[in-house]
């Protein structure tokens, strides 16, 4: 079983929607949590990243992250179809390079107009 | 300025082969890293630079997989003996940094290998 586990979609929403994605991780030491997006044929580019328990917000995208139930979420609200992407969650353990995360396999969503 | 510049984009390799893919990353960045991804899966770590020193190397997969950085700037990733399981996307990253979440990684569009 893979430490970082993602709901695999395909996730298809109308414009307007607000979209919730999520992860559930199995090693508790990860402290470090990101939210990537890649286009397709692009790199990832990073969205958001958190540390430990709590929620953060950027515009129209809030990550949260659940420690104690091992759960991260991104939600996109007014959703575009500009953000249709694959969105990746990465983590990392404290006391790793920041770098060396771990990715889960990414939920493709489309928006449609 | 330029991101990080990946080359080529697409490699077709037979079975057997040595491949070399290049990595530009931005000018003045300390840490460079090479990542895996294959077809519908997320980026696999493989290998860390710190400068042209080479910190981690333990995602390589097997010793057909080598990585240098000699000067400190553009890092070359090395695949000896070709395999089909080899075939994925090769990402590279670069940051400002060494080993901060203040210094975001900034990705390149990857090379995509193929092994025939």
């Known amino acids: 079983q893979k430490e970082v586990e993602q709901d695999p979609g395909p996730l298809s929403v109308p414009e307007g929607a607000i979209v919730s994605l999520n992860c559930t991780y199995s090693?508790?030491?990860?402290?470090?949590f990101m939210w990537y997006r890649q286009y397709s044929r692009k790199g990832p580019e990073l969205l958001m990243y958190?540390?430990?328990?709590g929620n953060k917000e950027d515009g129209r995208f809030t990550a949260q992250v659940d420690k104690s139930s091992k759960y991260i979420s991104l939600f996109i609200r007014d959703s575009q179809p500009s953000d249709s992407a694959t969105y990746l969650c990465?983590?990392?353990?404290?006391?790793?390079?920041?770098?060396?995360?771990?990715f889960g396999d990414g939920t493709t969503l489309t928006v449609k107009p | 300025g330029a991101g990080v510049s990946q080359s080529p984009r697409y490699k077709v390799a037979k079975r057997g082969q040595d491949v070399a893919l290049r990595c530009d990353p931005i000018?003045?960045?300390?840490?460079l890293f090479w990542y895996q991804q294959a077809l519908g899966q997320g980026p696999e770590f493989l290998t860390y630079?710190?400068?042209?020193?080479?910190?981690?190397k333990s995602g390589l997969p097997s010793d057909r997989f080598f990585a240098e950085r000699p000067e400190g700037s553009v890092s070359t990733l090395k695949i000896q003996r070709t395999q089909q399981e080899d075939s994925a996307v090769y990402l590279c990253?670069?940051?400002?940094?060494?080993?901060?979440?203040?210094?975001?990684?900034?990705f390149g569009n990857g090379t995509r290998l193929t092994v025939t």
């Open positions: 990253a670069s940051s400002l940094y060494e080993s901060s979440y203040n210094s975001p990684l900034h």
């Open positions: 090693n508790s030491a990860f402290q470090y």
């Open positions: 000018s003045g960045h300390v840490s």
């Open positions: 990465a983590m990392t353990a404290e006391n790793t390079n920041a770098g060396k995360s771990t």
């Open positions: 630079f710190q400068n042209e020193a080479q910190l981690d």
């Open positions: 958190t540390y430990s328990s």
